[in-house]
């Protein structure tokens, strides 16, 4: 059967759309990509083309320039601290809500799940408080902690479904082999639901690598700084001395990372 | 007198609800249904500002709109249209408006997906039926399409308010901090602008009490508005 011209046409039509788009979203980026190895001077002149010299030397420079690699390592170590946290938090307590019925267990696993729809935005007040009576503000292991908690509902909620799957006769015969839950929690939950443990890690570390806001008010020095908020102070600081060049350069690193 | 500030997150809402819709379900419609053959790479293109940090996303949105040097002002004057070249972030007007286009460009990816897989899910059977019966692809996709994938319509409807109210204001703060003027406020940024730059800590806890009750109201609106009963065929 032979295509009516309009069917190609409308194949080709569909197309359009789809090709602007992929302009709009590519687009920003390689113009950031280009722009960062222009001199500032050039990004005014010339802010659309190639930059006639590739500097790849301002790389480093900004990199040391603009305290880029303390606010790199606090970002890793809240990042790790927070998912880790999270982790020994979450999977004694998801398996403790799935396989142990003690009284109740039913109604905190309904808490939980309720607290994730709760606002993030309604905590801040409180914890601003709570982690400047217990000093912890300004604080990057406060930060840590502060996220770990943050994410606790929702990697209880994953790591629960994830728990249920696993028959319950595994553990039965390991508990007549005479372990105690721990070791079973250990032994057996744990390596058992890995898939669930890891899906959930990347996304909490996603999650604790690019937030901004309680970094932004939890965090006051700079050195504390994380990574987020180092980009968004240098763009304010950028304002005023036009160091845009630079700061293109800083904002490459952690979009792809 | 903060109030009217924050009226303005509806504006936000609104026009992000439709323009994520209408874009997901075409890009989702168009890269399941037509049998595009460079699907695959669209696909991973526009999921692409999804990974990207939300405060990466508005700062280089703030160099498009910069007046000066932006992609923005400069591609109208590349066109011959120097007159509607604009300060954009710097303007009251246009401030508001400028932020939704980088919303919808972050927040399409996700969305996309989430319709992709439910209309993947659809049985063949049913457009050949449809077919048979004479029906064009576009009352296909109204009669067929539509009324099977609504429950995900709806629950990314659903997602794209809770987000918005809950969470908008980010990009807000990176891209203009709430100005000028004030006049960019969404309730997130006021909040964080009363408690921790004015220290007017009990207005800002005010603020998120407002905010709670608000989102659950619109929740519970939402709700109400799109029940349907779940289409069978």
């Known amino acids: 059967m032979k295509k009516s011209v309009g069917q190609i046409l409308g194949r080709t039509g569909i197309r359009i759309p789809l090709i602007l788009w992929t302009v709009a979203v590519l687009y920003p980026i390689f113009w950031m990509f280009l722009g960062s190895f222009k001199s500032n001077a050039e990004i005014y002149r010339n802010p659309w083309g190639f930059p006639e010299t590739w500097n790849w030397q301002n790389y480093a420079e900004a990199w040391t320039n603009f305290n880029i690699d303390t606010s790199v390592f606090n970002s890793l170590i809240v990042t790790v601290l927070g998912a880790a946290l999270t982790l020994v938090l979450a999977i004694p307590t998801s398996y403790a809500i799935e396989r142990m019925n003690f009284r109740g267990s039913k109604f905190l696993f309904t808490l939980y799940v309720s607290a994730m729809m709760i606002p993030m935005v309604l905590g801040w007040i409180p914890l601003f408080f709570l982690l400047s009576e217990i000093n912890l503000l300004d604080n990057i292991y406060g930060l840590a902690i502060v996220y770990a908690v943050s994410q606790l509902p929702f990697s209880i909620f994953v790591l629960t479904s994830f728990i249920s799957t696993i028959p319950k006769s595994l553990e039965e015969a390991a508990a007549i082999d005479g372990m105690s839950p721990y070791r079973i929690l250990w032994k057996i939950i744990t390596p058992l639901s890995m898939s669930g443990i890891i899906t959930v890690t990347i996304m909490n570390a996603i999650q604790f690598w690019n937030e901004y806001f309680m970094a932004l008010i939890f965090l006051q020095s700079q050195e504390n700084y994380t990574l987020a908020l180092a980009i968004d102070f240098i763009s304010s600081e950028a304002e005023y001395t036009n160091a845009w060049a630079h700061y293109l350069r800083v904002l490459l690193s952690p979009s792809f990372l | ?233």
């Open chain 2, 1 to 233: 007198m903060g109030v009217e500030k924050v009226i303005l997150s509806p504006f936000l809402v609104v026009t992000k609800v439709i323009g994520i819709m209408v874009l997901a379900l075409f890009i989702a419609v168009a890269l399941t249904q037509l049998k595009i053959k460079e699907a695959p790479f669209y696909r991973i293109v526009f999921f692409f500002p999804n990974i990207m940090s939300i405060v990466v996303i508005g700062i280089l949105w703030t160099f498009i709109y910069n007046p000066s040097m932006g992609l923005v002002n400069s591609g109208l004057e590349f066109l011959g249209l120097e007159s509607l070249a604009r300060p954009w972030l710097g303007s009251e007007t246009w401030a508001l408006p400028s932020l939704v286009l980088p919303s919808i460009w972050a927040g399409i990816g996700l969305f996309m997906l989430i319709l992709m897989g439910a209309i993947s899910n659809i049985s063949k059977s049913y457009y050949e039926a449809a077919e048979i019966d004479g029906a064009s692809e576009w009352q296909q996709f109204w009669k067929v399409t539509l009324p099977l994938i609504w429950p995900q319509i709806k629950i990314s409807i659903l997602y794209i308010v809770i987000t918005t109210l809950n969470g908008s204001f980010i990009i807000v703060q990176v891209m203009t901090g709430g100005g000028p003027n004030n006049s960019t406020h969404v309730m997130g940024s006021y909040l964080y602008q009363q408690a921790f730059v004015q220290y007017n800590f009990g207005y800002g806890a005010t603020i998120g009490v407002m905010i709670l009750i608000l989102s659950l109201i619109t929740v519970l609106i939402l709700q109400f508005l799109m029940r349907s009963e779940k289409t069978e065929y």
